[in-house]
Every structure is written in structure tokens, then in C-alpha cells.
């Protein structure tokens, strides 16, 4: 047995800047431009390696183990998605639907800005609250690149875009993983999220329009910019207050997007916005090719069934897929978990980051019928046949598709190796303290704490996990409400989502705009620490000034 170890170097300040040193070399190798970002990904790899057995002491064998793990966890099931949903793109593209598709789209709407509110803002919580885990992210870039947005645009915006659903994604996968770790009601966590988040779904369609078209951009299409925020946070907030924490994205994904096409069609703005670049500089739209005129032919009932039949059938397998029920079934026909020898349940997290000396699993879960790359691909398979592609074509395809993402696969790989062994070793966890030490602010920091695990891990639900009992703890130590923590853990966390590593690798394979992911960083890096420190002072107002907590108790 090997126990974790968070003060290595018997001071907080340096064993937290030795802590900081992998993820920081993962963020300035990217954001420098200048290294590729499968091999920054590797590199970062072997820094994490060398920091947890040299500084963390952790043994080698196990640190290497752990960084295997990773490597195939980075691919079942992350990378599995993102292959599947360019394979589902590769395909529309080749039979022509993409086509009619971004007819469908500019009959609803020619203007880029409201477009962007249609597809990267509601249609991606809709794929958010079905699935989660970078589906939101690969569909919409794709569809964005293929309504002809510059590739920053269409990878960038659609990471703003995919923040206020993330707490509920996945049926609502956070709110239970938060629940799993600190004992606490996930009716009552979901409640507290949604009184949370709400602001946030109001605020971030207004923040997405400016980013890409600037303050007076923005301000010409305000009305509908308000109709699709309000008709999203308010379902939002009664949904999660009052039904359940399951349903809420996709409840409020569906009614915000029929209320904003219903809108449309009593009002459009006086001037449309046509071009597909970010306002300012923006040195991706030289890499695009020269856009054809959109034919404005209005659709017959027909090709508009057609273009859609692809996107239906994906939202049908994908609210399957994420249903709990069906996965215990699928997973009874197939599943096999294997436990890492000389790691699984021979690490032990420590006070007082648990409660007690608490054995970490080390399993790779094999569940091929469940993962939600299974259901895109069956989604994908099911589309390709009733577009008219046979089985010799669309084997052709994903021999395409795959040569395509292989360079981004090994970098979500590298990503999550790096994940599962700062979990493993602690050393995410020594970051955690730092947040911790923080006393009266702990409320805006706990906030930031969540933002943080996510941009280590790429996840939320993995966030709430790593981090979900520290909150609680920390919390009842400083007379906070445990509750209200736990769910700014989670509320924190949505906003490190669009800085994730992994996150930004498959918004650039999305776009088809490779080996440019530090650009891709360095445009969304400071909307992510302005959102997420917005979070944190909301956060604090309820802790001290509005103690929302005490009326969801109730």
C-alpha cells in the first residue's frame, strides 16, 4: 500500500507550485504556438511522471500504471465520441445533407449571430444534457464549420457556448458522481446548482454574441439573445428545483430552441451579420476556403425531413444511450472491468482530503455497449443506411475518419493520462489544499477550486469527485454550508470546461483546424477565468449576504 502525500516538501507553498508544475507545463507548451499539441501532451506526460515519483513519492510502477490507464481511458471513452461524431459529419458531408442542412438552418436564420445562439448555445445543450462528455463540443464545431464559420469561430465559441449546461450533462452524471463523494441528497445538490446556474445561462448567450461580434453586434440582436437565455434559465431553475436533476438541460436545450425559432419568425434584425470571422483579428478565416452563396431555395418537406433525418436520429440514440436503465441493461450483456494490478485499491486517499484512509480504484471499465461512442457510431451506421450509403462506403469513410483524428486521439490520450495520474498520486489534491487555506474566502476560492478540476480533468462529473468531500469538509470546518459548496464545486466547474486540454483537442478536430490548439486557448483562456471568478463572487453573496441554502433545506 502507497499513501498519498500532500505536503512532500514540508511547505504548502512549494509542495503547491511542484503540484502546479505539470498542468502548467501542459497550458504554456500549448499556448506558445510553437509545440505541437500531441507533443506538448507527451512531454507534460513525462514531467507528471517525474514529479510524482521524485517530489510525491510515489512508486514508479505505480506511476507508470496509472499513466497507462489514462492513455486507454483517454480513448474508451472519451476519444471513442469524437471518432464516431466526425465519422457522422464525414458522412452527411459526402451525401450531401450537410448541404441541405445549412439551408435548413439559413432559412431559419442568415444571421451569424443567431445562428451561433441556434446551434452553439441550445443545440449543444441539448447533445450536453444527452451525453456530455465532448459530444456537445465535436457536434457543434462541426456543424459551425460547415455553416461556414472561420475555425477559431466555430472551435472557440462553441467551447464559451458549452458551459452553463455542463453541471446537469449527461443526465444530470455530476449531480450524482457530487452525491456518490460527499453523502449529500443529489435532489438537494441539483436544487442548489439551480439557484446557481440560471444567472449564468442568462449571461453566457449575451457573452458568446460579443465575443464574436462585438458590443454593438451584440446589442442589435439583444431581444432574441434574451429570449433564448431566458426560455433556457428559467427551465432551468424549475426544473432542477422541482422536478428533477436529470432532465434539466434537455428540457431547457428543447424550449429555449423552439422559443428562439418561433421568435424569429415574427422577428429578424434590421441588418444581418454575414460574416463568418471573430470581429478583430482573426488570422483563421485565411485558411478557409471561398464560401459559396448559399442557395436561399426554400426547402420542400422532403429534403427538410432529409437533412434532419441524420440529427434526429442521433438525439433519439443519444437520450437511449444516456438513460441509466438502458445502460444496466446493455452492461448486463457486455462488460468487463479490469483491475490494474499493483494500483487498483493499493493507494490510499488520505486526511484531510477523506474523511479516512480511503483505498482508490484503479479499473479500466470496458462497457462497449454503453459508451456513448457505441451509440453515436450505431447512430452514424443507422444514418449512413437510410441516406443510401452501402457498407463498402461507409467502411471507406471511417478508414478516412480515422486518419483524420489520429494525431488528436493520442493528444486526448496524453491529456488523460495526465488526469488520472495527478488523481492517483495526489497531486491534484495538494492543489486542492492550497484552495482550501483560504479562510473567509473560501466561498470565492472553494468556486475556483471546481473551475480548477475540471481544467485538470476535462470533467465535471471527475471534478465533483476529486474535489466534492473536500469542499463538504472544508466547509463544516469554516461554519459554511456544506451543500452550498459542494454544488459551487460543480457550478465552478463549468467554467474550466472550455480550457480543458482534451476540450480544446476536440473543438480543433472538430473544425478541422489542426495543430492549432494554442490559439484556440489563448482566445478562450480569459473568458474562462472572468466567467468562473463571476461564479465565485456570486457564490460568495450567497454565502454571506443571500443564504439561498437554508430555502432548498426547506
Known sequence: MWNQIYDPLHSPVLSTIAAAVPVVTLLVLIASGRVQAHIAAIIAVIVTNLITIFVFTMPANMSIRASILGIVTGFFPIGWIVLNVIFLYQVTVTT???????????????????QLLLIAFSFGAFFEGAS???????????????????????????????????????????????????????????????????????????????????????????????????????????????????????????????????????????????????????????????????DKTPLTQSELLSALLPWIIVCVVMLIWGNGAFKTWA????????????????????????????????????????????????????????????????????????????????????????????????VDATLGLAFAATGVLYPFFGTLLGWLGVALTGSDTA???????????????????PILMAAANSSGGVMGKMIDAQSIVVASTATNWYGHEGRILRFVFWHSIVLACLVGVFVTLQAYVYPFTELVLK
Open 96 to 114: 450531401g445533407r450537410f448541404e441541405l442542412l445549412k439551408r435548413a438552418v439559413g432559412g431559419v436564420t442568415e444571421d451569424r449571430r443567431l
Open 132 to 294: 456530455g462528455f465532448g459530444t456537445p463540443v465535436a457536434i457543434t464545431g462541426a456543424v459551425l464549420i460547415g455553416l461556414g464559420f472561420s475555425p477559431l469561430a466555430a472551435s472557440g465559441l462553441s467551447l464559451i457556448a458549452n458551459t452553463a449546461p455542463v453541471a446537469f450533462g449527461a443526465l444530470g452524471t455530476p449531480i450524482q458522481g457530487l452525491a456518490s463523494v460527499t453523502g449529500l441528497d443529489p435532489y438537494i445538490l441539483g436544487a442548489m446548482v439551480g439557484r446557481q446556474l440560471p444567472l449564468f445561462s442568462l449571461i453566457v448567450p449575451f457573452w458568446v454574441v460579443w465575443a464574436f461580434a462585438g458590443w454593438k453586434g451584440m446589442k442589435d440582436v439583444w431581444p432574441a439573445i434574451l429570449v433564448t437565455g431566458v426560455t433556457f434559465a428559467v427551465p432551468q431553475f424549475v426544473i432542477s428545483n422541482y422536478v428533477n436533476p436529470w432532465i434539466v438541460d434537455i428540457g431547457a436545450s428543447l424550449i429555449s430552441m423552439g422559443a428562439l425559432i418561433l421568435f424569429l419568425k415574427v422577428w429578424q434584425p434590421k441588418q444581418l451579420w454575414l460574416s463568418p470571422a471573430l470581429r478583430g483579428h482573426d488570422e483563421s478565416a485565411a485558411t478557409m476556403a471561398s464560401a459559396k452563396p448559399l
Open 331 to 426: 452492461n448486463g450483456i457486455f462488460t468487463w472491468n479490469y483491475a490494474v494490478p499493483e494500483l487498483h485499491q493499493m493507494i490510499n486517499k488520505m486526511p484531510p482530503v477523506a474523511p479516512a484512509a480511503t483505498k482508490e480504484a484503479a479499473v479500466f471499465g470496458f462497457t462497449y455497449l454503453s459508451f456513448t461512442g457505441t451509440g453515436m457510431l450505431i447512430a452514424a451506421i443507422l444514418s449512413g443506411f437510410l441516406m443510401g450509403v452501402g457498407p463498402g462506403r461507409l467502411l471507406v469513410e471511417y478508414g478516412r475518419t480515422i486518419r483524420l483524428c489520429a494525431i488528436s486521439l493520442i493528444t486526448i490520450s496524453a491529456m488523460l493520462a495526465i488526469g488520472t495520474l495527478t488523481r492517483l498520486s495526489g
Open 463 to 481: 471534478s465533483n469527485i476529486l474535489f466534492g468531500n473536500l469542499q463538504k469538509i472544508t466547509s463544516q470546518q469554516l461554519g459554511l454550508s
